[in-house]
């Protein structure tokens, strides 16, 4: 820990501002810059991970490669850093009072009355600076979920504190995120709730270096010097965040503004600028593009869509590199009546997202049966893939019956069903297939064109499988099962169908690994039959 620099992230007047987009970029400017970068989430909620939230609610969970379930921000950490984060990277209030009460438990704290402080904040900054020892980080990203005055987040702003107080001025610097709403009635910005949150922040014994305006719009002369004189922070430090349609501008308004320089100001860092030249050259394709293509993503979650945010980036990944605008269209598959050609309309490829449980499953599959038949370019995602060899047994190998054992326990052909060591778990939060695991490639197949590899390393979350039983039936009726675990297990992990533009699947989740820098092989393959189409 010696020599780390610590940046702390934190929000005001409402959440969703993009406190997470916020850590990303500025760990952005200083990746660029050769500091190594770590970010880590805290987040209020006594869950021990998300693994067990509704993604309607929470948004999706997304996995790392050891397995961990952890907020959508390591998403956008990931895909903005080209990083692979680890579990021990989230810290949720669930892990640290769970670790807390196990060592009073054990008898480490014997004779003492355990309390929020040291006792909470000390686990809390022990785990903070483990992370920063173990992967010997220049600077440390610390993104406190939430907002400032709520009850949940307390304890990890007073770790902060604690930290900020202890450590020299140069070695940390507080970011904090604020709305800056713009008023019809009076046809200006209004800095109150701004004042408001910082004030908030200050009685809590922390003090804002730099102060990012989300706003509608560019903040304003008089907006700046209005938060500068009342939040004391120099003019220059008040950072405009505007609106933007791709969240890949922001790191780039951001430092127009002036943040990278301010950041390396306040650290104490040598000198330089942030290079952004590739960064900048992708975002003008996405503004820009040449073409357009139309993909229907057909689910469950679609109310809210945060459910599927990694597949929608993984897209304007290839959208930035192809050049070309994908148009995304969100189709719910809950009560699928109408004629599948009419709620499709004429889209130039479709995606079956992953998911759990009925509901919506039989819509998923009578869309996977059109695309197959009609030739429409279609990619399954882990669910999608079991929905779509259901499809396949049922109206190719004439298995009428043919269904996942989550769906109907009595099915009679029980295409999809428990993977066997899944069968004895009880508990849900982290007994999945979880993480990072190998899958081996056949030769000659369009898995093997698509990465060009015999293994690949991507991520899991499931706990069915296609039956073994019925692998041979599969593959004489046309389904080739082209990726397979590479243990003992044998368990199906890419389909595909030789004659069709592009009909693949999925049991991992390629979207997991997609960076704006370095898409996921899969959907840019996914992406080019589309265009062609």
């Not at 010696?2 to 934190?10: C, L, Q």
């Not at 860092?269 to 139309?294: C, F, I, Q, Y």
């Not at 009679?412 to 081996?440: C, F, S, W, Y």
């Amino acid at each position: 820990m010696p020599g780390t620099k610590w940046v702390f992230i934190t929000g005001g007047v409402l959440s969703g501002l993009g406190k997470g987009l916020v850590s990303a970029s500025v760990g952005k400017f200083l990746q660029t810059r050769g500091y190594s970068t770590v970010p880590i989430k805290c987040d209020g909620y006594l869950n021990v991970d998300p693994g067990t939230m509704n993604p309607i609610e929470h948004g999706e969970v997304f996995v790392l490669d050891d397995g961990g379930e952890v907020d959508m921000d390591f998403g956008h950490y990931e895909r903005f850093l080209g990083i692979k984060s680890k579990f021990d990277w989230n810290l949720t209030s669930g892990k640290i009072f769970q670790s807390v009460i196990e060592k009073e438990r054990s008898g480490e704290y014997l004779g003492k009355t355990v309390q929020m402080i040291p006792h909470v904040t000390d686990e809390i900054r022990s785990r903070l600076e483990n992370v920063a020892n173990e992967e010997d980080a220049d600077v440390v990203l610390i993104e406190i979920g939430g907002t400032v005055g709520d009850m949940e987040n307390m304890i990890f702003l007073e770790a902060a504190r604690q930290m900020q107080s202890d450590l020299p001025d140069e070695d940390t610097c507080l970011v904090h995120v604020t709305l800056i709403p713009w008023l019809d009635a009076v046809g200006e910005q209004k800095t109150k709730p701004t004042q408001h949150s910082v004030k908030e922040l200050e009685a809590l014994g922390l003090e804002a270096n730099i102060i990012v305006g989300r706003a509608e719009n560019e903040l304003e002369e008089k907006t700046k010097d209005k938060i500068s004189l009342f939040c004391d922070v120099p003019k220059d430090h008040v950072i405009s965040n505007p609106d933007v349609e791709e969240v890949y501008k922001i790191p780039l308004n951001l430092k127009e503004d002036g943040m990278d320089s301010i950041i390396s100001d306040e650290l104490n860092l040598k000198d330089g600028s942030a290079d952004m030249e590739k960064w900048k050259r992708l975002v003008e394709n996405l503004e820009n593009p040449r073409e357009t293509v139309d993909i229907a993503i057909c689910g469950k979650y679609t109310k809210l869509e945060d459910s599927y945010v990694s597949i929608r980036e993984a897209l304007k990944h290839c959208s930035a590199h192809l050049n070309c605008k994908v148009k995304q269209r969100f189709i719910e598959t809950t009560d699928l009546e109408e004629d599948v050609g009419k709620v499709l309309g004429s889209p130039d490829g479709v995606i079956i997202p992953g998911g759990f449980g009925k509901r919506g499953a039989e819509g998923k599959i009578e869309i996977a049966k059109y695309c197959r038949e009609n030739k429409i370019p279609i990619l399954g995602l882990c669910y999608g893939l079991q929905l779509m060899v259901t499809e396949f047994a049922r109206n190719k190998c004439n298995l009428e019956e043919a269904n996942s054992t989550e769906i109907d326990e009595e099915t009679l052909h029980p295409i999809i069903d428990l993977i066997p060591e899944q069968k004895n778990v009880d508990a849900k939060g982290g007994t999945m297939r979880l993480g990072g695991g190998i899958t081996k490639i056949e030769k000659d197949s369009m898995a093997k064109d698509i990465y060009g590899k015999k293994e690949v390393k991507e991520r899991f979350r499931h706990r069915y499988e296609v039956n073994p039983e019925y692998h041979e039936k599969l593959e004489d009726e046309g389904l080739r099962l082209s990726g397979v675990s590479k243990n003992e297990e044998n368990i199906v992990q890419v389909v595909e169908i030789k004659d069709h533009p592009f009909y693949f699947a999925t049991q991992f989740h390629p979207e997991f690994t997609s960076t704006f820098e370095d898409p996921s092989p899969v959907f840019m393959d996914f992406v080019k039959s589309c265009l062609n189409r």
